[in-house]
């Protein structure tokens, strides 16, 4: 298997790059459309469990548009063939001591690349 072709890699990171972008400015609609649009999507959230595509539109729509600016401190990328790749991200939300932790996985489907799987988590502050 082709580990990081490079034009795959850029690809991804163009939809990844694509995605941050929707996230900061709560454009739903572009976040909706990222997602594959099929129930065996899951996103797994701070402080939610979803499964489906319908259940992750709904959590969008109904999310406050506040706090969502953030610092991306670290993204790792890895494309596996010319389908499959990995999107991991390091962040820290404005205002806020904790670091943040963002895992995709990304498929290219018929309509371009989706994430299919999707992991949210926040790390504990840790006292100096």
């Not at 694509?18 to 996230?23: D, F, G, N």
Request: proline share 3%; aromatic share 8%; charged share 20%.
């Amino acid at each position: 298997m082709d580990i990081n072709l490079p034009d795959v890699l850029a690809e991804v990171e163009r939809c990844s790059n694509q995605y941050e972008r929707a996230l900061v400015s709560n454009d739903v609609a572009a976040l909706d459309e990222l997602f594959w649009n099929s129930p065996h999507t899951l996103r797994y959230g701070v402080t939610e469990n979803l499964y489906g595509y319908a259940e992750i539109c709904a959590f969008r729509a109904a999310r406050p548009a506040q706090g969502l600016q953030r610092t991306v401190l670290k993204t790792v990328i890895t494309t596996y063939g010319r389908d499959a790749a990995t999107v991991n991200i390091e962040f820290q939300r404005t205002g806020s001591a904790h670091t943040g932790r963002q895992s995709q996985t990304w498929l290219r489907t018929e309509q371009g690349w989706r994430v299919v799987a999707a992991h949210v988590s926040l790390l504990a502050c840790v006292p100096n």
